[in-house]
């Protein structure tokens, strides 16, 4: 069974930064796309970023474009989002995700498998 733990959250002030861990462990066969999601409290989880098998191409929702950057160092079996320039509706539990594909997907439905999440709260 495939486990991810998410690592990094915290308070931090606007215009600041963080830098998310997800570090995955278990049985993989195969390759796998790896996604961020946040939620907020209240809302429903939307996506963030993703990556896919090779960590060649990326992707990411028009919020977070040009402040975030999703990467992936496949001999530590981690991915990381490096927040910048962060905003207060950036505040949200952030999960990462991973896919059995070599491509990613911005639907929550096409991952297999979840982290239990970071809290992130970028105050003003």
């Known amino acids: 069974q495939v486990q991810l733990v998410e690592s990094g959250g915290g308070l931090v002030q606007a215009g600041g930064s963080l830098r998310l861990s997800c570090a995955a462990s278990g049985r993989f066969i195969g390759n796998y796309a790896m996604g961020w999601f946040r939620q907020a409290p209240g809302k429903e989880r939307k996506f963030v970023a993703a990556i896919n098998w090779s960590g060649s191409s990326t992707y990411y929702a028009d919020s977070v474009k040009g402040r975030f950057t999703i990467s992936r160092d496949n001999a530590k079996n981690t991915v990381y989002l490096q927040m910048n320039s962060l905003k207060p509706e950036d505040s949200a539990v952030y999960y990462c995700?991973?896919?059995?594909?070599?491509?990613?997907?911005?639907?929550?439905?096409?991952?297999?498998?979840w982290g239990q999440g970071t809290q992130v709260t970028v105050s003003s």
């Open positions: 995700a991973a896919r059995r594909s070599l491509s990613y997907t911005p639907s929550n439905s096409g991952y297999d498998y």
